[in-house]
């Protein structure tokens, strides 16, 4: 019965994927980008404004971890170890975790066998909660958790205590006499099957993304294609840029974004650098490491010399080997950082770095 349901569906719904995909529309990006930020700064609807003193600041930002039933197609199975040790370092440090969308991977799996699989993980998330460090944010795959109204009983179940769950949130940062929003959200927002209306949001978590699993259709999400994330990344810097004193920091598209630019992007960059120094040694180790970067992801902004550093993307915690990387806010910085398997060992990098200070002075 099952394979004769798939015979049958798989071509409509193929059809149907392909028709209403998730290919992100500019004006509704934007739109949607500036209807939230407003719902948070000027009513407190949608998520909280926080105001943070620059050196007590210490802010750790995760996203799509999508943790699933360590099954087969669980992404998130061989992070997890990389996870609880980044969990336990930044919970030691006393980190305020901001959890930022697609955290639990419900278009492939129910909660119940998520929570079942996780035990450990939303212990050590729960570490957070006990010191009212936590902020979580829903996402496109996790969406059931701004619309199920059952929602806060599972998160009772799964944290012990309640939780509540934003759309965004912002950090209110005073510089000198300069003060510096920090606009954190998952970034799905204009996202016509993710971001519509209370029926098509419903409609998508609860009945779409079950029906693709159970046809084993791979949907064009932005985590599976280079076109779309550049479309995501470019738009929502776009918004970023024409904003006054503001950052904004996503997560959805699972690729790092810092200072508005790609890993690809900094290392032309760097390249530029290198060559104008005659750097010979350092231009020989980035002209080796850009075919393989070019591998990953074979995009390049033309305009990425000038770009205004007012765009930052986590990226994901569930990269294929096991690598997680997130955004770190501490000691006065901006962080880009990557937990990984060193020698087995789950070992904390630092990728990129920069000063607030420093990055106020350019957005301006």
Same mark, same amino acid.
């Given at each position: 019965m099952k394979?004769l349901l798939? !015979?049958i569906?798989?071509?409509?719904v193929?059809?149907?994927?392909g028709? !209403?995909s998730s290919?992100?529309?500019?004006?509704k990006?934007?739109?949607s980008?500036t209807?939230?930020?407003a719902?948070?700064t000027?009513?407190?609807k949608k998520?909280e404004c926080?105001?943070v003193?620059?050196n007590?600041?210490?802010?750790i930002?995760?996203?799509d971890q999508?943790?699933?039933a360590?099954?087969g197609s669980?992404?998130f199975?061989?992070?997890?170890?990389?996870?609880?040790?980044?969990?336990?370092?930044y919970n030691?440090?006393?980190?305020?975790?901001?959890?930022l969308g697609d955290?639990?991977?419900l278009?492939?799996?129910?909660i119940f066998?998520?929570?079942k699989?996780n035990?450990k993980v939303f212990d050590k998330?729960k570490?957070?909660?006990?010191r009212k *460090?936590f902020?979580?944010?829903?996402?496109n795959?996790d969406?059931?958790?701004?619309?199920?109204?059952?929602?806060?009983v599972?998160?009772k179940k799964?944290?012990?205590?309640?939780?509540k769950?934003?759309?965004?949130?912002?950090?209110?940062i005073q510089?000198n006499?300069t003060?510096l929003?920090?606009?954190?959200?998952h970034?799905h927002?204009?996202?016509?099957?993710?971001?519509?209306?209370?029926?098509s949001?419903?409609f998508?978590? *609860?009945?779409?993304?079950p029906?693709?699993?159970?046809?084993a259709?791979?949907?064009n999400?932005?985590?599976a294609?280079?076109?779309i994330?550049?479309?995501?990344?470019? !738009?929502m810097?776009?918004w970023?840029?024409?904003?006054?004193n503001?950052?904004l920091?996503?997560g959805?598209?699972?690729?790092p974004?810092?200072?508005?630019l790609t890993?690809?992007?900094r290392?032309?960059q760097q390249?530029?650098e290198a060559?104008?120094?005659?750097?010979?040694e350092?231009v020989?180790k980035?002209?080796a490491?850009?075919?393989?970067?070019?591998?990953?992801?074979d995009?390049v902004?033309?305009?990425f010399?000038?770009?205004?550093p007012?765009y930052f993307? *986590?990226?994901?915690c569930?990269?294929?080997d096991?690598?997680?990387?997130g955004?770190?806010?501490?000691?006065g910085?901006i962080?880009?950082?990557?937990?990984n398997?060193q020698?087995?060992?789950?070992t904390?990098?630092?990728?990129?770095?920069?000063?607030?200070?420093?990055?106020?002075?350019?957005?301006?």
């Open positions: 394979r798939r !015979f569906l798989r071509k409509p193929l059809w149907l994927t028709k !209403f290919a992100p529309v500019k004006e990006v934007l739109d980008l209807e939230l930020y719902e948070i000027d009513e407190g998520g926080i105001s003193l620059l007590e600041m210490r802010i930002i995760f996203s999508h943790k699933g360590r099954n669980d992404d199975a061989a992070a997890e170890k990389n996870y609880i040790a980044a969990l336990k370092y030691d440090e006393q980190f305020f975790f901001i959890s955290c639990e991977e278009w492939e799996n129910n066998s998520v929570m699989h035990k998330e570490l957070f909660i006990q *460090s902020c979580k944010i829903f996402g795959h969406l059931l958790w701004d619309n199920d109204p059952l929602a806060s599972y998160l799964m944290y012990k205590e309640a939780v769950i934003y759309g965004g949130i912002v950090l209110k510089l006499e003060s929003d920090i606009f954190c959200t970034g927002q204009g996202d016509a099957q993710s971001d519509g209306n209370a029926f949001k419903f998508v978590s *609860s009945i779409w993304g029906l693709q699993n159970f046809l259709i791979n949907p999400t932005p985590s294609n280079d076109n994330k550049t479309l995501h990344n470019l !738009f810097y776009e970023s840029a024409a904003q006054q503001t950052i920091i996503t959805h598209t699972h690729q974004v810092f200072n508005s890993h690809l992007e290392l032309y390249l530029e060559n104008a120094n005659n750097d010979t350092t020989a980035i002209e490491e850009i075919p393989r970067r070019r591998r990953e992801y995009f902004n033309a305009s010399r000038n770009m205004k007012s993307n *986590s990226g994901c569930c990269f294929e096991g690598t997680i990387t955004i770190e806010l501490a000691d910085c962080r880009l950082i990557k937990w398997y020698n087995k060992k789950p904390r990098t630092v990728l990129e770095e920069n000063t607030l200070e420093e990055l106020i002075g350019k957005l301006k």
